[in-house]
């Protein structure tokens, strides 16, 4: 197995990408200078609505737009290697060995005709030319690390015969089968109930620890990134507006996007929430002047209407905004 | 009076049981509620527990297998044909997904106009139309949106059509099933406002579908748990998110993601996956899977007792005080 490089910089670096997507009505800028960090080992929480840029962020990581989306300028450096311009014979090893991915749907995601445990050996077989008895007895070993309870029978079912919660454990275990470095899991947990959610959730937890392995979780949920991410990035159209450490952004979010939204959530035995926010997300086709969120922003001013704000750095907290909101709420 | 008062309320479903046999399987079992007019039920539960079997047996998109079900005072389940699609002007569903619950060939104002025109509630194109737009302005959509077709709306407005689509008939019930599920934090807040303010001018009753704890606190006064169809625990819904009685409610309440950065997960009270419907074994149905389950408690079916004013749980050690009141650490902040 090859060995990681020595960990100067972070594990994955993502600096002023920009993706440009094809629509009949035109082509558009989705994502428009991202620049976001994950460190080896670290969970960073990527949050947003619909339609921000949040999945095609991941897809451009590991190569994988759709054919109508581009990257058009920027860099993704993944262990020392600029991903953008790799040939695609070195994605493939970068693919599964380096980074992973897991989707929202776990039951789609699997191959409907095949066993969970022939869809492992698959990847085993495929990446690390193990032969049968020590392919077995890795497939075996990952959904008892993935904690799936009667492996030997999950193994020979098909996912048909699984519940969502046994198809995301499966789903990870072939994540996990290569030793990725870096996990993308894209909304997880969203097609399942809370408590099978939270076993997912301290799954990931736990993996992250005994695996050394690095995270980073898509959500629109905000309670979910409380408790299990360390950083989190917030996106709007296509822009991170906000990045910071988990206990900075929920005790003080400085973006007023990340403040409404935060505001936005229901809670229990919290009395209903203050003002929606106004309007909807911008067309990537007629992208405002100036600052991205200034249409629907309470606090906007002149400026902000005419001239696009760069990100400002503070401590640990990055934001894209000429008036931040002040640390007291 | 009640505007609807539901009683022991079952639906059977026959299943194929190898090749030639069928069987029964229980989605819903002996649920009984009540809903005053211009109130809102909460009902709590997760994916399989009956929570929409439930809704539409109510409305009478499937008939009941047992049970009553009064609206206003009338018997449902005694009305077919005419005289049931009379009423139903009165009781009306608004789904989870608006995108696959709104015709996609049909302009979104000719959708809406539909009940208006099949109940005659205005007669004349011009007297329609008008009544169409009253019913998008009640809603927060401007007569521009009125041509539009499905696809051109966003999801939170695709909900308000189907909202308005429910009101063009001026009921006094609308089952909610799951009604923003599928939206984003901010649009979800805007609808659950506007289904507030609905409530309050017009004087709805909502049967309130969710499996989000957070979203019912937000709605509903009375809460209702669900668990592989049977009624678990009931109560007002401060009182019983506050202080939930029965394990399954105490464990759904603790799995709820808090803001707290990097909680200990001592939060784990159930785990595993609900049983199946038609594993019928003679106790309670959550003890498989419960930390507190007794021999008793799988050997005795369980009733909804009562364990304080108005709450009411099916669990004996719950109401015996055999239970930590509240659980491990169920303790809402705030």
């Not at chain 1, 999945?55 to 993944?78: K, N, Q, Y």
């Not at chain 1, 970068?94 to 749907?105: E, P």
């Not at chain 1, 993308?184 to 620890?209: C, G, K």
Request: aromatic share 4%.
């Amino acid at each position: 197995m090859r060995g990681r490089p020595p960990a100067a910089g972070p594990l994955l670096s993502i600096r002023g990408l920009d993706v440009e997507l094809a629509m009949p009505r035109g082509s558009g800028r989705v994502l428009a200078g991202v620049d976001l960090d994950v460190d080896a080992g670290e969970v960073v929480g990527l949050v947003g609505e619909s339609g921000c840029g949040k999945t095609l962020t991941a897809l451009s990581v590991l190569r994988l737009l759709p054919a109508a989306a581009r990257i058009t300028a920027g860099a993704v450096c993944f262990q020392g290697r600029n991903l953008v311009t790799a040939r695609e014979d070195e994605m493939r090893g970068v693919r599964g060995r380096g980074i992973a991915m897991i989707f929202q749907a776990p039951r789609e995601s699997l191959n409907p005709v095949l066993t969970v445990g022939r869809q492992l050996e698959l990847v085993l077989a495929r990446h690390h030319r193990l032969g049968g008895p020590r392919r077995r007895a890795r497939a075996a070993e990952l959904c008892a690390m993935v904690e799936l309870p009667d492996p030997a029978r999950v193994l020979r079912a098909y996912p048909h015969e699984l519940s969502g919660g046994m198809c995301q454990r499966a789903m990870i275990a072939l994540a996990l089968a290569c030793r990725p470095a870096l996990l993308i899991a894209d909304e997880p947990t969203t097609a399942l109930d809370v408590t099978v959610q939270l076993e997912i959730l301290v799954l990931l937890r736990r993996l992250r620890e005994t695996l050394d392995l690095a995270l980073l979780l898509i959500t629109h949920n905000l309670g979910l990134v409380a408790e299990v991410c360390q950083r989190v990035a917030v996106m709007y159209a296509g822009e991170i507006v906000e990045t910071a450490p988990v206990a900075d952004l929920f005790s003080a979010a400085a973006h007023p996007y990340t403040r409404r939204l935060l505001e936005a959530r229901p809670r229990i035995g919290a009395p209903p929430a203050g003002e929606p926010i106004p309007g909807s997300v911008p067309d990537p086709l007629a992208r405002p002047v100036g600052c991205a969120f200034h249409p629907r922003c309470h606090r906007v001013q002149p400026r902000c209407r005419q001239a696009h704000p760069e990100p400002e750095a503070t401590a640990a907290r990055v934001v894209r905004c000429f008036y931040p909101e002040v640390a007291s709420s | 009076m009640s505007l609807l008062a539901v009683s022991e309320l079952s639906k059977d479903y026959a299943v194929a049981n190898g090749a030639f046999r069928r069987r029964a399987l229980r989605a819903v079992d002996r649920v009984s509620l009540d809903l005053g007019p211009g109130a809102t039920l909460g009902v709590v539960g997760e994916s399989g527990s009956g929570k929409s079997t439930l809704a539409r047996c109510v409305l009478q998109l499937e008939r009941p297998s047992s049970g009553s079900v009064r609206f206003d005072g009338h018997d449902l389940s005694g009305l077919h044909g005419r005289a049931l699609r009379g009423m139903r002007r009165w009781f009306q569903l608004v789904f989870q997904d608006p995108a696959a619950s709104l015709n996609p060939r049909l302009r979104v104002g000719a959708t809406v106009a539909e009940p208006i025109v099949l109940h005659g509630l205005r007669t004349g194109a011009t007297a329609v139309r008008a009544r169409v737009e009253e019913l998008f302005r009640s809603v927060g959509l401007g007569p521009e949106h009125v041509e539009r077709y499905p696809h051109q709306l966003s999801g939170g407005q695709q909900q308000r059509v189907a909202i308005a689509r429910a009101l063009a008939c001026e009921p006094r019930l609308i089952a909610l099933d799951e009604p923003t599920s599928a939206l984003d934090v901010s649009v979800q807040a805007a609808l659950l406002a506007l289904l507030r303010d609905l409530q309050r001018q017009l004087g709805l009753g909502y049967l309130f579908i969710s499996h989000d704890l957070a979203v019912v606190s937000a709605m509903a006064q009375r809460v209702i748990v669900l668990y592989l169809g049977q009624v678990v625990e009931e109560g007002p819904t401060a009182e019983l998110l506050a202080r939930p009685r029965h394990p399954y409610t105490q464990a759904l309440v603790a799995a709820v993601p808090r803001d707290v950065p990097w909680a200990t997960p001592a939060r784990l009270l159930v785990t595993g996956e609900p049983g199946s419907m038609l594993e019928r074994a003679p106790g309670c149905r959550f003890a498989p899977r419960c930390l507190w389950a007794t021999a008793r408690c799988h050997a005795e079916a369980q009733t909804l007792r009562s364990v304080g004013s108005d709450h009411r749980t099916a669990c004996w050690r719950s109401v015996e005080g055999e239970l930590p009141p509240e659980g491990l650490s169920c303790a809402i902040p705030g």
